[in-house]
């Protein structure tokens, strides 16, 4: 398992969060790791989840976790430098269980500081 991007100087955003409660839902529970806690969207068909790191990056793979039954049916990824417009990447498609799952492999996709990654969910 390649090691992991997400570091303390990396800026996440997301579309929505359930009822507006960031205490209980909010972003910052993607990376707790406790199996207990996630960001939760509120309802609607496409939903998204953006960061920007800090550093220079090179993406390997995607590994998610889902909520069983809270799966995105069909996602897609982007990048882009900050103020360029995002540049497919690709589609992928995660299976609707509460998992670990490798979504993609990416060859080697390197960026240059600051880099913007989105990552857009349809349920």
Same mark, same amino acid.
């Given at each position: 398992m390649a090691e992991s991007l997400i570091c303390n100087n990396t800026q996440s955003r997301v579309s929505s969060v359930l009822n507006r409660d960031v205490k209980q839902f %909010? $972003?910052? +529970?993607? +990376? =707790?790791?406790?199996? /207990?806690?996630?960001?939760?969207? =509120? @309802? %609607? /068909?496409? !939903?998204? &989840?953006?960061?920007? +790191? #800090? !550093? #220079? &990056? $090179?993406?390997? /793979?995607?590994?998610? !976790? +889902? @909520?069983? %039954?809270?799966?995105?049916?069909?996602?897609?990824?982007?990048?882009?430098?900050?103020? /360029? =417009?995002?540049e497919h990447i690709l589609d992928f498609y995660p299976e609707d269980n509460n998992c670990l799952q490798i979504s993609f492999h990416v060859v080697q996709y390197y960026s240059s500081a600051p880099y913007f990654f989105f990552f857009c969910l349809h349920l």
């Open positions: %909010g $972003k910052k +529970f993607m +990376f =707790d790791s406790n199996e /207990e806690t996630c960001w939760n969207s =509120d @309802q %609607g /068909e496409s !939903q998204w &989840v953006a960061f920007e +790191f #800090p !550093q #220079p &990056v $090179k993406v390997s /793979e995607l590994i998610l !976790q +889902f @909520q069983g %039954g809270f799966s995105g049916k069909s996602c897609k990824l982007k990048g882009s430098a900050k103020e /360029e =417009d995002l």
